[in-house]
């Protein structure tokens, strides 16, 4: 029998590559622990190593297929629908930095790969474990959004211990 698996969401445009990846190798140690299988969309982009992600995919394309638009897409597509439920780490103090500030207003961009990864899961009957500041995130207002997280933690591990209990480990 298989082990449950879960996507790991969360910003990597825009963001340091360590910031990117040191939330999920943490979450990835925690949840293997409880004999749950990890996916994370930083697998195998060794080559962002050092860097702030440009929210510009096209400057990675040469990279090889897995930093192409159609690679990363299939990819976490794929991803999303061999998983049995997601963990989002949309917190402000975790993922935000100056780069993805809107200019002079305090506020930060929203990550739309995450966005588009948590209507997949909504539209797959997948389970979302959010975590995310209970106020002043920008993923938190729009209706929508706050339906496709039946989960929403206010810390990473709160929605790690979550996403075990809902996998039953």
Request: proline share 5%; with cysteine; aromatic share 8%.
């Amino acid at each position: 029998m298989s082990l449950p698996r879960v996507y790991l969401a969360g910003p990597i445009a825009g963001v340091d590559y360590d910031v990117a990846v040191d939330w999920r190798e943490y979450a990835t140690e925690r949840l293997t622990a409880r004999g749950i299988e990890c996916l994370s969309p930083m697998r195998a982009k060794h080559a962002l190593k050092g860097k702030r992600i440009s929210r510009d995919y096209k400057k990675y394309q040469d990279h090889g297929q897995s930093y192409t638009a159609s690679g990363i897409m299939t990819r976490d597509h794929t991803d999303i629908l061999r998983a049995d439920a997601l963990l989002v780490n949309l917190l402000r103090t975790t993922v935000a930095d100056l780069s993805t500030e809107l200019p002079n207003s305090g506020t930060w961009l929203p990550s739309l790969g995450t966005v588009m990864e948590l209507a997949w899961a909504y539209a797959y009957r997948k389970p979302a474990v959010v975590a995310m500041e209970a106020s002043g995130n920008p993923h938190g207002s729009h209706p929508m959004l706050a339906a496709a997280m039946p989960f929403r933690l206010e810390t990473l591990d709160q929605a790690i211990d979550t996403v075990a209990i809902v996998l039953n480990r």
